[in-house]
């Protein structure tokens, strides 16, 4: 299942981005992780079949995740960003399963990646 992703940018502390990710087909479930330099790749948030969402406890106030009307693009909002959250963010899918986890092992399907940095 190929992911491409987008949305990557620049972001002073405070800002916003939204990240976009579009399969070549729908999925049942669609996955957003970051991985900052020299960290582990972390699941940050989940959306399962067309509305069920799984986030990481720490995150779930800033982060909204969704899918488009189309429902092979999904979406990561993220609200008052910090330099911590600096990183490659990745879009993982599962096409063939509902998948209730933000464990890496868990994904099949991994996109390229798009940079997020945050920095003043």
């Known amino acids: 299942v190929p992911l491409v992703e987008t949305g990557g940018g620049s972001v002073q502390p405070g800002g916003s981005l939204t990240l976009s990710c579009m399969a070549s ?31 990481l406890d720490n995150l779930k106030a800033r982060i909204t995740i969704s899918r488009g009307n189309a429902t092979n693009v999904m979406y990561l909002q993220m609200n008052n960003l910090q330099p911590w959250e600096t990183g490659m963010y990745y879009c993982a899918a599962n096409s063939d399963r509902f998948s209730y986890s933000l464990l890496r092992e868990s994904w099949n399907y991994w996109g390229q990646g798009t940079k997020v940095t945050v920095s003043s």
């Open 25 to 55: 087909g729908f999925s049942k479930s669609i996955a957003w992780f970051c991985q900052a330099p020299g960290t582990a790749r972390q699941g940050v948030a989940a959306v399962v079949g067309t509305s069920g969402t799984l986030y």
